[in-house]
């Protein structure tokens, strides 16, 4: 699987936009970007993920590259419960194993 | 997505000691997986548990340290097997269903002293 690179750590207001950028310039063709998130003491929780197209839930957004080398995780209003680490994971397909990386802690201040 | 129930959630243990984790999904599920999480660390992925067949070990996991169960399709056992201080970490099962999102339990806090 490809590898991911993200910041460590980031912060943002209360209320505001949060955007949490991954690098994975070695993705392949059939590989699909995930976004997991570990809420303090609790277990990574799914979170959205896509292939080449933008793609929207109800917890966040993910913007693809046209190339496809990168990404970005938009949480369009942060509240203080989304304070976590937020992980960037790059599979070739559900049935592949989660590999995890370091992430990005995401601080979430009043 | 499925719903994971892990036990115990917590547990110290005395060192030279076993310690068997209980994973229950509320469906069926093609695969299920175990994970270490050490101290301020990321996820390590230890092995992925074989329904009636054995587990496959990941680099630096063995089977006999970490002996892994998996009778059925909702239902796996992962065992802490001699254990040392250097085992203390939180311990989690995953399940990836028929649901494009990987589930996981809320994980077992080991310490062991």
């Known amino acids: 699987d490809a590898k991911t690179t993200q910041p460590t750590s980031m912060d943002c207001a209360e209320g505001r936009a949060a955007n949490l950028p991954c690098n994975h310039s070695?993705?392949?063709?059939?590989?699909?970007v995930y976004w997991y998130r570990q809420i303090h003491s609790q277990g990574p929780q799914y979170i959205i993920h896509?292939?080449?197209n933008n793609e929207t839930n109800e917890m966040a957004s993910l913007i693809i590259t046209e190339d496809r080398k990168s990404s970005t995780l938009i949480l369009p209003h942060a509240t203080l419960r989304d304070t976590a680490v937020y992980y960037c994971?790059?599979?070739?397909?559900?049935?592949?194993?989660?590999?995890f990386g370091t992430g990005t802690r995401l601080a979430v201040r009043p | 997505s499925a719903v994971i129930s892990q036990k115990p959630s917590r547990d110290i243990c005395q060192r030279g000691t076993s310690l068997t984790i209980q994973c229950q999904v509320d469906?069926?599920?093609?695969?299920m997986f175990w994970y270490r999480q050490q101290p301020g660390q990321s996820l390590t992925l230890i092995a992925t548990?074989?329904?009636?067949?054995?587990?496959?070990?990941e680099s630096g996991f063995v089977i006999d340290k970490f002996p892994i169960s998996r009778p059925n399709l909702t239902f796996s056992t992962l065992t802490v097997s001699n254990m040392s201080p250097e085992d203390s970490s939180i311990y989690l099962c995953?399940?990836?269903?028929?649901?494009?999102?990987?589930?996981f339990g809320s994980g077992t806090r080991l310490t062991v002293v």
């Open positions: 896509g292939l080449k």
């Open positions: 548990a074989n329904q009636g067949s054995e587990a496959t070990y």
């Open positions: 070695t993705i392949s063709g059939n590989e699909y």
């Open positions: 469906s069926q599920v093609t695969m």
């Open positions: 994971i790059v599979l070739k397909s559900s049935g592949d194993k989660l590999t």
């Open positions: 995953s399940a990836l269903g028929t649901a494009h999102g990987y589930t």
